[in-house]
């Protein structure tokens, strides 16, 4: 069979993060993933599968790796994330099903585990953001009627920008004032701010952090796992 001239293990690895990293570039610059692009690496999948030795194994680690699928379907229906990222975790399942280049303990859940840590990252980067922004006497809260805790959270959630591409308001008018919204906002149907000098929350695709959720279960595993171990 193939495994004799590429290890499979290694090619599923090297296939997923060459879809991932295509993927993170598209909606990037695009905003939206055609599905033909999930089903072109759904049929590599399906190849890949084919090509082990091993097939009843490698279709029952698929089998437990698709344990996901419903959760990636709910969460893309109540708007979490959207279509192209419950796809996209849907094909990873098939084409790198548990695989990690550790041996530490990893679950069909630990990819989506290690990117939802991971969205935790650009509160920290609109805290510095906007401390750095303060420190040069810029009043980011100017025409803000809100109370401290309030402001302290949207230095987390957001920033002021008077270029808002790509990100999502977090204003509304009440009584001809300006408020914060910090209310849920679905993927899908949630339309870009348009505005000038407004607050917003960057809207970056969950792709890019399902990548990155990926690429640690390859190198260190599962985050959470790890360190309940170590406790």
């Not at 437990?64 to 796809?87: E, T, Y």
């Not at 280049?101 to 609109?126: C, D, G, H, K, R």
């Amino acid at each position: 069979m193939l495994e004799g001239i590429f290890d499979l293990h290694m090619a599923r690895i090297i296939v997923a993060i060459t879809m991932l990293g295509l993927a993170s570039i598209i909606d990037l610059k695009k905003r939206e993933i055609n599905d033909k692009f999930w089903i072109g690496f759904s049929g590599v999948a399906v190849l890949l599968l084919f090509a082990s030795p091993n097939f009843w194994i490698e279709l029952k680690t698929i089998g437990l790796s698709m344990i996901v699928v419903p959760i990636a379907l709910v969460l893309w229906r109540f708007g979490i994330f959207g279509g192209a990222d419950a796809f996209c975790l849907i094909v990873l399942a098939g084409i790198a099903p548990m695989s990690s280049m550790t041996p530490s303990q990893i679950s069909p859940f630990t990819t989506l585990e290690n990117a939802s840590i991971l969205t935790v990252i650009p509160l920290f980067i609109n805290l510095g953001r906007n401390t750095v922004s303060i420190i040069q006497g810029n009043d980011i809260f100017i025409g803000i009627e809100e109370s401290h805790l309030k402001k302290i959270l949207a230095m987390f959630v957001g920033y002021r920008t008077k270029n808002p591409k790509h990100s999502f308001c977090i204003e509304q008018m009440i009584d001809g004032k300006r408020h914060f919204d910090f209310s849920l906002k679905h993927a899908e149907k949630t339309s870009f701010c348009y505005g000038t000098d407004v607050w917003v929350t960057p809207g970056l695709p969950y792709v890019l952090y399902i990548t990155g959720g990926f690429i640690i279960q390859i190198m260190y595993g599962d985050l959470i796992l790890n360190l309940i171990h170590s406790l």
